[in-house]
């Protein structure tokens, strides 16, 4: 695969869609180590932008290629040392297995082989192989999927390049590196950069009359470490089994930007870790003389927490803990609401089976004591909620002498507040489930050919029969067409620690008849499947024309009258039958279709005209509004002049 010296036309086709081949020779933007002065490393290469990264391909017949040496050392420098290895084979190459290729950076190769090259059916097939310490990364894609030539696909091989380069970031190896070189840095900064020579601003600078002010500015603005990438440390102490028989552990609490860690001191293990982008919420106990002295509790994931306490002379310490966990994730304070039960011994609220408040009484005890819609209930009188059981919870807010509960508040937007993970098992769970089941709830089989067959043997009347069945019901119409449609999983957002990718390409031929035809060792990869509404032809129209009703009026009333529609349609078909079969004369039966046609048309107007009189009436009800806020205005206006009147008319009539 080194030493292919030109790209066949299989190879130009597939670069021509990942990316546009520029000249290296004066290139400004992100080249990836190759040399852009003195074409040391070739004339061209293959550059591409994918959302906001820059990505350069070390591509290996556009490297220099040396005669007569089989290392082809230019460019294995090059592909050798990147991580992601793409490699493209063309029809008849034999199979690739990562064996055949030595080194201690690649660890993942995406193996993307083409059928039917430079046709208007070409199409490509994908393989992914990492290595054991590098977790599962997305986007995930079916066994034996085909990819046709088009942009979707180039987005989609982008998306699982940089996510696997991610992915290999949080290996233990290359963890272990990234360490391993901050080490160096810092102890090359600390042993030449380095001075004890104190620096007088008086003396140095004579001329400067403001030196003190200027010694004060190089202290840096107070707290400028919480906005570190790195972990910021606090000793605390965790309570485990509850305050009272408890089990107390001396701890070190850590807050890097994308983790939450408590080692314990004396053994050195890590008893707790969670993401940064789990954090939910906290609450904070600062105040003096409080019960158990200053406290921490952070909550995670579902609404799980952890307690870190400290002593009252360190209650800063509980304070920049928190101004650390408002900077690095995106969780807020969580709040005490104490609701009362009203009249008839009932809440005010009810909550989901994951604690989001999903009804509010209004002008109830319970809003007016802070409680929110979409607010999260971790803690119920004083246990978590998560540990509860349905008929836990109920009980406790029947029989409790007082509901002491611990909300977290939606965010900004006034959605629920939900942790990184919830998100993205929620996204697997729901991809699953819909990857065995069509939009019909039949099973759906994926062969070979990803070729799918779903109740092809009903006949025209069948399917007439079962849509009509369907119309008759309009709440069952709503509640069956609005059903989420599956859709391609976007790529994973995550955070990349090093420069922007550059990706090496290879070309494998079939003429390698040196490298060893061992099977692939691939790994599994989980298969999801994207569907959409045009494999249902049969309901198309019917589900347009519910799309077109329900964004143009959703009340009560229309749906009302739709389905008042649909009886009356079905009571007239059934007339028009029976007058069928004891009148045979064509004509009458035409007669009859006009009639049903003009009536359909006649309660079409009837509807258009009722929407057009409540646009009307909206209308001008808004006007309304603006006049009588008009009016308030200038009343407000003529009162407060009237009264700066009154006011120097008394002072011009006072005594002198």
Known sequence: MYNNESAGPEFD???????????????????????????????????????????????????????NNTQQLLRKRHIGNDIITIVFQEPGALPFTPKAIRSHFQHVFIIVRVH????????????????????????LFPKGARFPRSPAFRDFLLAKAINAENAAEKSEKFRSMATRTRQEYLKDLAENYVTTTPIDSSTKFPLLSLGGKRKEKLKGAKGAELHSAGALVWAVTVVQGGENNGLSLSCLLG????????????????????????????????????????????????????????????????????????????????????????????????????????????????????????????????????????????????????????????????????????????????????SGEGQSGEAWVLDDDEEVEVDGGRGEKEEKKEIENKTSDSETLKQEL??????????????????????PLLRATSLQDSM???????????????????????????????????????????????????????????????????????????EKVSQLEAMLKRLQDDLQKEKEDKAMLQAEVQSLRQNNQRLQEESQSTVSRLIKVTELLCNVNKPC
Request: include cysteine; charged fraction near 25%; proline fraction near 6%.
């Open 13 to 67: 086709e597939f670069l021509d869609l990942l990316g546009e081949r520029v000249r290296l020779k004066g290139w400004e933007k992100y080249r990836a180590q190759l040399d852009t002065k003195t074409d040391s490393t070739g004339t061209h290469s293959l550059y591409t932008r994918y959302q906001d990264y820059e990505v350069m391909f070390h591509v290996s017949t556009m490297l220099p290629y040396t005669a």
């Open 116 to 139: 039917e090259p430079c046709t208007e059916n070409t199409y490509y097939r994908v393989a992914v192989t990492r290595s054991k310490d590098i977790p599962l990364f997305g986007p």
């Open 255 to 434: 807050v890097s930007a994308e983790s939450v860690v408590l080692i314990e001191r004396s053994t050195r293990t890590v008893i707790f870790n969670c993401s940064c982008r789990d954090v939910i919420g906290w609450k904070a106990v600062t105040e003096p003389g409080a019960q158990g002295g200053p406290s921490l509790d952070i909550f995670y994931e579902r609404g799980e927490a952890v307690t870190v306490t400290t002593s009252e002379s360190q209650v800063e310490d509980i304070k920049e803990v928190v101004q650390r966990l408002e900077l690095v994730t995106r969780g807020c304070e969580a709040r005490e609401v104490i609701p009362l039960r009203d009249g008839v011994g009932q809440p005010g609220f009810l909550m989901s089976e994951e604690g989001f408040v999903t009804e509010l009484q209004r002008f109830g005890y319970a809003e007016s004591g802070g409680l929110q819609l979409g607010a999260r209930v971790v803690r119920l009188c004083g246990q978590v909620l998560v540990h509860l059981s349905l008929e836990e919870r109920s009980r406790l807010l029947r029989t409790a002498q007082k509901i002491h509960i611990t909300v977290i508040p939606p965010d900004e937007n006034g959605k629920p507040r939900r942790s990184f993970s919830e998100l993205y098992h929620k996204a697997i769970q729901d991809a699953e489930s819909k």
């Open 482 to 503: 609005l059903g989420e449609q599956m859709v391609f999983p976007e790529p994973m957002e995550t955070d990349s620690l090093l420069s922007p990718p550059s990706l």
């Open 516 to 590: 060893k035809s061992q099977s692939p060792e691939v790994t599994p990869v989980s298969v999801t499947r994207s569907y959409s509404l045009e494999e249902h032809p049969p309901y198309q129209d019917m589900i347009e024309g519910y799309a077109v009703l329900s964004t143009t009026d959703s009340s009560e009333e229309e749906w009302q009258s739709i389905s008042d529609l649909a009886s009356a349609c079905r009571n007239i078909l059934e007339a028009l039958s029976r007058e069928g079969e004891k009148c045979d004369s064509p004509g009458h039966l035409e």
